[in-house]
Protein backbone atom coordinates (compact mmCIF):
# COMPACT_ATOMS: atom_id res chain seq x y z
CA UNK A 1 0.00 0.00 0.00
CA UNK A 2 1.26 3.35 -0.98
CA UNK A 3 0.71 5.88 2.10
CA UNK A 4 0.34 10.01 0.72
CA UNK A 5 2.19 12.20 3.12
CA UNK A 6 1.91 15.86 3.81
CA UNK A 7 4.71 16.75 6.00
CA UNK A 8 5.95 19.65 4.60
CA UNK A 9 7.12 21.34 7.63
CA UNK A 10 5.23 22.40 10.61
CA UNK A 11 4.08 26.22 9.61
CA UNK A 12 7.46 26.31 7.79
CA UNK A 13 9.44 24.60 10.27
CA UNK A 14 12.17 22.91 8.10
CA UNK A 15 12.71 19.11 7.97
CA UNK A 16 16.01 18.16 9.11
CA UNK A 17 15.57 13.90 9.52
CA UNK A 18 13.07 11.27 8.39
CA UNK A 19 13.50 7.69 9.49
CA UNK A 20 11.40 4.93 9.05
CA UNK A 21 11.45 1.74 10.79
CA UNK A 22 9.12 -0.99 8.66
CA UNK A 23 8.31 -4.39 9.99
CA UNK A 24 7.17 -6.72 7.33
CA UNK A 25 6.90 -10.78 6.26
CA UNK A 26 9.81 -11.91 4.31
CA UNK A 27 8.43 -14.62 2.10
CA UNK A 28 11.92 -15.88 0.97
CA UNK A 29 13.07 -16.38 4.84
CA UNK A 30 9.46 -16.71 6.07
CA UNK A 31 10.52 -14.70 8.83
CA UNK A 32 9.60 -11.05 10.01
CA UNK A 33 11.97 -8.25 9.03
CA UNK A 34 12.47 -4.89 10.71
CA UNK A 35 13.91 -2.38 8.30
CA UNK A 36 15.59 0.99 9.94
CA UNK A 37 15.86 3.81 7.26
CA UNK A 38 16.69 7.31 6.62
CA UNK A 39 14.18 8.86 4.09
CA UNK A 40 14.85 12.02 1.90
CA UNK A 41 13.38 14.75 2.71
CA UNK A 42 11.62 15.82 0.17
CA UNK A 43 9.55 12.26 -0.04
CA UNK A 44 5.59 12.48 -0.93
CA UNK A 45 4.59 8.89 -0.31
CA UNK A 46 5.90 5.74 1.34
CA UNK A 47 4.74 2.28 0.19
CA UNK A 48 3.76 -0.17 3.29
CA UNK A 49 4.13 -3.71 2.52
CA UNK A 50 0.92 -5.92 2.72
CA UNK A 51 0.41 -7.08 6.54
CA UNK A 52 3.35 -4.88 7.96
CA UNK A 53 3.49 -1.97 9.86
CA UNK A 54 5.79 1.51 9.44
CA UNK A 55 6.47 3.91 11.98
CA UNK A 56 7.74 7.43 10.24
CA UNK A 57 9.90 10.04 12.69
CA UNK A 58 10.42 13.00 11.93
CA UNK A 59 12.89 15.80 13.27
CA UNK A 60 12.34 19.22 12.62
CA UNK A 61 14.70 22.15 12.70
CA UNK A 62 12.80 23.43 15.86
CA UNK A 63 10.36 22.63 17.65
CA UNK A 64 6.92 22.43 16.88
CA UNK A 65 4.84 24.70 18.83
CA UNK A 66 1.43 23.33 19.73
CA UNK A 67 -0.90 26.29 20.60
CA UNK A 68 -4.22 25.46 19.74
CA UNK A 69 -6.67 22.31 20.60
CA UNK A 70 -8.86 19.95 20.02
CA UNK A 71 -11.56 17.92 22.22
CA UNK A 72 -12.58 14.22 20.99
CA UNK A 73 -15.82 13.13 22.62
CA UNK A 74 -17.81 10.30 21.41
CA UNK A 75 -21.14 10.16 21.67
CA UNK A 76 -23.89 7.04 20.99
CA UNK A 77 -27.93 7.09 20.17
CA UNK A 78 -29.86 5.85 22.58
CA UNK A 79 -31.22 2.55 20.61
CA UNK A 80 -29.28 0.23 19.05
CA UNK A 81 -30.01 -2.78 16.66
CA UNK A 82 -32.66 -1.57 14.13
CA UNK A 83 -33.59 -3.87 11.09
CA UNK A 84 -33.34 -2.40 7.40
CA UNK A 85 -37.13 -2.22 5.21
CA UNK A 86 -36.05 -0.78 2.07
CA UNK A 87 -37.05 3.27 1.73
CA UNK A 88 -37.80 3.45 5.23
CA UNK A 89 -36.29 5.66 7.30
CA UNK A 90 -34.79 4.19 10.61
CA UNK A 91 -34.29 6.82 13.30
CA UNK A 92 -31.67 7.15 16.20
CA UNK A 93 -31.20 10.03 18.33
CA UNK A 94 -27.80 11.32 19.48
CA UNK A 95 -28.29 13.59 22.26
CA UNK A 96 -26.36 15.82 24.85
CA UNK A 97 -23.61 16.73 22.26
CA UNK A 98 -21.43 19.49 22.87
CA UNK A 99 -21.55 21.73 19.55
CA UNK A 100 -20.13 25.20 21.41
CA UNK A 101 -16.99 25.57 19.50
CA UNK A 102 -16.20 28.27 16.80
CA UNK A 103 -14.63 25.44 15.28
CA UNK A 104 -15.11 21.36 14.54
CA UNK A 105 -15.49 18.03 12.57
CA UNK A 106 -17.75 15.24 13.58
CA UNK A 107 -18.22 11.47 11.98
CA UNK A 108 -20.84 9.37 12.22
CA UNK A 109 -20.32 5.58 12.12
CA UNK A 110 -23.24 3.53 11.52
CA UNK A 111 -22.82 -0.26 12.34
CA UNK A 112 -24.14 -2.49 10.13
CA UNK A 113 -24.91 -6.36 9.42
CA UNK A 114 -25.80 -7.15 6.06
CA UNK A 115 -25.66 -10.17 3.39
CA UNK A 116 -22.91 -9.55 0.64
CA UNK A 117 -24.71 -7.64 -2.92
CA UNK A 118 -27.43 -5.36 -0.53
CA UNK A 119 -26.53 -1.91 0.07
CA UNK A 120 -23.83 -0.38 2.79
CA UNK A 121 -24.48 3.17 1.48
CA UNK A 122 -27.01 4.71 3.25
CA UNK A 123 -29.12 7.98 2.45
CA UNK A 124 -28.48 10.12 5.56
CA UNK A 125 -29.72 12.80 7.14
CA UNK A 126 -28.97 14.84 10.55
CA UNK A 127 -31.38 17.42 11.97
CA UNK A 128 -33.22 16.64 8.33
CA UNK A 129 -30.65 18.09 6.77
CA UNK A 130 -29.11 15.68 3.70
CA UNK A 131 -25.77 14.69 4.37
CA UNK A 132 -22.90 13.77 1.25
CA UNK A 133 -21.80 10.10 1.73
CA UNK A 134 -19.01 8.08 0.20
CA UNK A 135 -18.71 4.38 0.61
CA UNK A 136 -16.00 4.47 3.80
CA UNK A 137 -15.55 0.98 5.32
CA UNK A 138 -13.54 0.65 8.73
CA UNK A 139 -11.33 -2.50 7.80
CA UNK A 140 -12.29 -4.48 4.52
CA UNK A 141 -15.20 -5.56 2.29
CA UNK A 142 -15.51 -8.89 4.46
CA UNK A 143 -15.98 -10.77 1.12
CA UNK A 144 -14.61 -13.92 2.68
CA UNK A 145 -17.67 -14.11 5.34
CA UNK A 146 -20.62 -15.40 5.47
CA UNK A 147 -21.95 -11.33 5.17
CA UNK A 148 -20.88 -8.31 5.92
CA UNK A 149 -20.59 -7.22 9.53
CA UNK A 150 -19.20 -3.44 9.65
CA UNK A 151 -18.89 0.44 10.24
CA UNK A 152 -19.27 2.35 7.70
CA UNK A 153 -18.32 5.92 8.63
CA UNK A 154 -19.98 9.31 7.30
CA UNK A 155 -18.36 12.94 7.49
CA UNK A 156 -21.17 15.08 9.40
CA UNK A 157 -20.70 19.22 8.86
CA UNK A 158 -19.99 20.77 11.99
CA UNK A 159 -22.36 23.44 11.23
CA UNK A 160 -25.52 20.88 11.20
CA UNK A 161 -24.87 19.30 14.99
CA UNK A 162 -27.17 20.83 17.60
CA UNK A 163 -27.25 19.44 21.53
CA UNK A 164 -29.71 16.76 20.55
CA UNK A 165 -29.39 14.93 16.62
CA UNK A 166 -32.03 13.53 14.63
CA UNK A 167 -30.33 10.33 12.43
CA UNK A 168 -32.54 9.21 9.70
CA UNK A 169 -30.57 6.39 7.71
CA UNK A 170 -32.31 4.73 4.91
CA UNK A 171 -31.54 2.21 2.35
CA UNK A 172 -32.75 0.88 -1.12
CA UNK A 173 -33.29 -2.65 -0.01
CA UNK A 174 -34.65 -4.65 1.96
CA UNK A 175 -32.40 -7.23 4.42
CA UNK A 176 -29.86 -7.26 7.51
CA UNK A 177 -29.94 -4.40 10.48
CA UNK A 178 -28.39 -1.40 11.60
CA UNK A 179 -26.07 -2.58 14.76
CA UNK A 180 -25.36 0.51 15.87
CA UNK A 181 -24.87 4.58 15.22
CA UNK A 182 -22.43 6.53 17.07
CA UNK A 183 -21.09 10.11 16.42
CA UNK A 184 -17.36 11.83 17.24
CA UNK A 185 -16.79 15.34 17.92
CA UNK A 186 -13.81 17.46 17.31
CA UNK A 187 -14.55 20.84 19.02
CA UNK A 188 -11.33 22.60 17.73
CA UNK A 189 -9.83 26.17 18.69
CA UNK A 190 -8.75 26.67 14.94
CA UNK A 191 -10.18 25.80 11.45
CA UNK A 192 -8.10 22.10 10.43
CA UNK A 193 -8.51 23.25 7.15
CA UNK A 194 -10.33 21.20 5.49
CA UNK A 195 -14.07 20.91 4.93
CA UNK A 196 -14.94 17.69 6.38
Known amino acids: MIAALNIAGANGNEIEK???????????????????????????????????????????????VVDQTSQETKYYSDTYRQTITANNDITFNVNGVDNSADFGEAVLRIGLGRAHGKSITPTVKINGHDVTVIEDIRGYDQNTRPEFFGVVEVAIPYALLEVNNKVDLSFSDTGGVVSSVTMQVFNMSASPGRTH
Open 18 to 64: IEVKHLYFDEATKAPVLEKLELDKSITEYTVDTESTAILKITYANDV
